[in-house]
């Protein structure tokens, strides 16, 4: 079993919809939580850093959360053309730098 | 935010040639440095981490004799890959670390004919 798993899609949406997308992982030890983005051939780029269960918001994107299921989400409101990527959720645990990836989430948002 | 720069941005190179890739930290220090690869339409791998002043430390099937890594100074690492071979034609990327969040470097394509 992974450590991390993500669907990797691909997800179409049409503009404006709200985008969920998910990360479950097995190690309880993961504390601090991230998404990136990234756009093709390029590297990705940090969208969001949680620690801790809750939510965060940023703009359009909302991090949540759940450490009881071992569980985190991103949601994009108002999803735009330029959303189109590959979102990557990543975890760290609070021991060492070692950050583990999902495979990534490939979205497209029509317009 | 914090800037990781990368050079080149993509490079083709022979069989049998070596090829060094930079990443820089452009307006931070960076004790810790780490090297990915990238496959198309797969997750990073990550294939090493890279300590200021220190030898580097290579993940669990990564050739530490053909992907060669220098962290001479707080802004920069290198990646050599020697004698590249068709397979290690992959996208690269570097990221460091400041706190608890990594930026990424914008990669580096590597294509070996």
């Known amino acids: 079993q992974k450590e991390v798993e993500q669907d990797p899609g691909p997800l179409s949406v049409p503009e404006g919809a709200i985008v969920s997308l998910n990360c479950t992982y097995s190690?309880?030890?993961?504390?601090?939580f991230m998404w990136y983005r990234q756009y093709s051939r390029k590297g990705p780029e940090l969208l969001m850093y949680?620690?801790?269960?809750g939510n965060k918001e940023d703009g359009r994107f909302t991090a949540q959360v759940d450490k009881s299921s071992k569980y985190i989400s991103l949601f994009i409101r108002d999803s735009q053309p330029s959303d189109s990527a590959t979102y990557l959720c990543?975890?760290?645990?609070?021991?060492?730098?070692?950050?583990?990836f999902g495979a990534g989430t490939r979205l497209f948002v029509k317009a | 935010g914090a800037v990781v720069s990368q050079h080149p941005s993509w490079v083709i190179c022979k069989s049998g040639t070596s090829v060094k890739i930079e990443c820089r930290s452009l307006?931070?220090?960076?004790?810790?440095m780490f090297w990915y690869r990238q496959f198309p339409k797969q997750s990073l791998m990550l294939m090493a981490t890279?300590?200021?002043?220190?030898?580097?430390?290579?993940e669990q099937g990564v050739e530490k004799d053909k992907f060669l890594i220098n962290h001479a100074s707080l802004t920069l690492s290198t990646l050599t890959v020697t004698s590249a071979h068709p397979e290690d034609s992959s996208f690269y990327i570097c990221?460091?670390?400041?706190?608890?969040?990594?930026?990424f470097g914008p990669g580096t394509r590597l294509t070996v004919t």
């Open positions: 990221s460091a670390d400041t706190q608890r969040e990594q930026y």
């Open positions: 190690n309880s030890a993961f504390q601090y």
């Open positions: 949680t620690y801790s269960s």
């Open positions: 990543a975890m760290t645990n609070t021991g060492g730098f070692k950050t583990i």
């Open positions: 307006d931070f220090q960076a004790t810790t």
């Open positions: 890279s300590n200021e002043g220190s030898k580097a430390t290579y």
